[in-house]
């Protein structure tokens, strides 16, 4: 046996050990994740009163933030932020960050904050990466590869999506390169991460059902376009309005949390109150299920954009998928009036360009899709993935996303920024 074939193989072990702890640790920490949001959700929904607190909840994550979450310049109210700019060797993730993001995640549920969960899982598996970074005392570059393995095993737990989870952990950080150098700790650590969440502690995921798929014809393929243009631009209207009420509650509290999150609680039971219904509060499945088979309320998406762009961009926290698979799915419900497509197709459409747009990952969104829905349609989700990642442009749920290599030379983008960048000169211009 060579030397080359020695070290090839102990790499290769190497990855699958590591991958098998971040995946068997996160695997379980999603169970516990998805089951008590579970109940937590229910439990508002049986009791619309505890809405009112959400204010006080607001003040308790702000303070929990502003006191444990910060450690020499690392800030874990950055959120999955703090993650990618863990693999850019720009920041340090903290090992408080999960246990901080899981205990705000259940507030923001109970009380009825319009979250999701993917957030809280890719931040406790870069927890947890650290975590296992530190006991093992890994090299710097294994450090970065271990934070990406934790983020696979986080969204291929949170979603049941274990080869989604493995490409989503290489493709999330940064905007026009792939690092298949870590593909197998990613793909080990997304697999056991799914197989323990589901097989082991017996959590079942959400199932969307699309019923009908159109025939493929060049009118189909041009609908599928235009939607996804569509789709592109209010993942755009989200990011830009999340990231907009952020900067201007950031800016007039001086990043006071607990004032931000106060006033962010406030307007969202503002909003129930008019609206008179709990249907944009919480993680909005019982809506989301109902796009794929029935009309749901032609308006639905923008509630929900509303509602979720004020509780995360005021300082809650949970995730940004679930939301945004809820605004697709109803705006794909809706345009079924005027598209003539299949409805449940639409949503399904819907629901993942616009997650692809926010995400800018072309790929994981792809095999989401093929994941989710058995590989229904699946030459119709590859256009639409790729037409709403080019035609969202550089903007996104994530600022610290680096961009390598812009999506078109249209954009006249320089190589090496990051889309906050991006955003700032921008800003500057005007």
Known sequence: MNIAYRTLMATLIKWIFFGTIIGIIIG????????????????????????????????????????????????????????????????????????????????????????????????????????????????????????????????GAAFGTPITGAVFGMEMVALGKMKYKVL??????????????????????????????????????????????????????????????QRISEKYTKKNHMVRAFVGGVLIVILFLIIGSQDYNGRGLDMLEQSFKEDVPPFAFIAKLIFTAITMGTGFVG???????????????????????????????????????????????FLLAVEMFDGKGIEFFFVACLVSYIFSGHHGLWPSQKIFEPKSRLYNIEDGLSIEDVEKKKRHKK
Not at 334 to 350: C, D, K, M, Q
Request: a neutral charge; one cysteine or more.
């Open 28 to 155: 379980s920490t999603t169970a516990l994740l998805l089951t008590t949001n579970d109940m937590l959700g229910e439990t508002r929904e049986n009791n619309s009163w505890l809405i009112f607190f959400l204010p006080l909840g607001g003040i308790v994550i702000g303070f929990m933030y502003m006191n444990f979450g910060k450690s020499f310049g690392n800030d874990s109210a950055k959120g999955n932020n703090l993650v990618i700019e863990g693999v850019h060797g720009k920041a340090k993730v903290l090992k408080r960050m999960g246990p901080l993001v899981y205990i705000g995640t259940f507030i923001t549920v109970l009380l009825g904050g319009s979250t999701g969960r993917e957030g809280a899982a890719i931040q406790m598996g870069g927890s947890v990466s650290q975590a296992v970074n530190q006991f093992f005392k890994v090299s710097i570059l294994d450090k970065k590869i271990l934070i990406m393995s934790g983020i696979s095993a986080g969204f």
């Open 184 to 245: 197998v700790p990613c793909l080990v650590a997304s697999f056991v991460g799914h197989y323990v969440t589901e097989k082991g502690w017996g959590v079942e995921h959400e199932t969307f059902i699309i019923k009908t798929v159109p025939e493929s014809s060049f009118a189909t393929y041009g609908k599928v376009i235009v939607v996804a243009i569509i789709f592109s631009l209010l993942s755009v209207l989200y990011s830009q309005l999340r990231h907009g009420i």
């Open 319 to 365: 995730g940004e998928a679930i939301p945004l698979f809820f605004m697709g799915a109803t705006l794909g419900n809706t345009l079924s009036e005027f598209i003539h497509l299949p409805l449940s197709f639409l949503a399904g459409l819907g629901m993942i360009a616009t997650f692809c747009g926010g995400a800018n990952t072309p790929i994981a969104a």
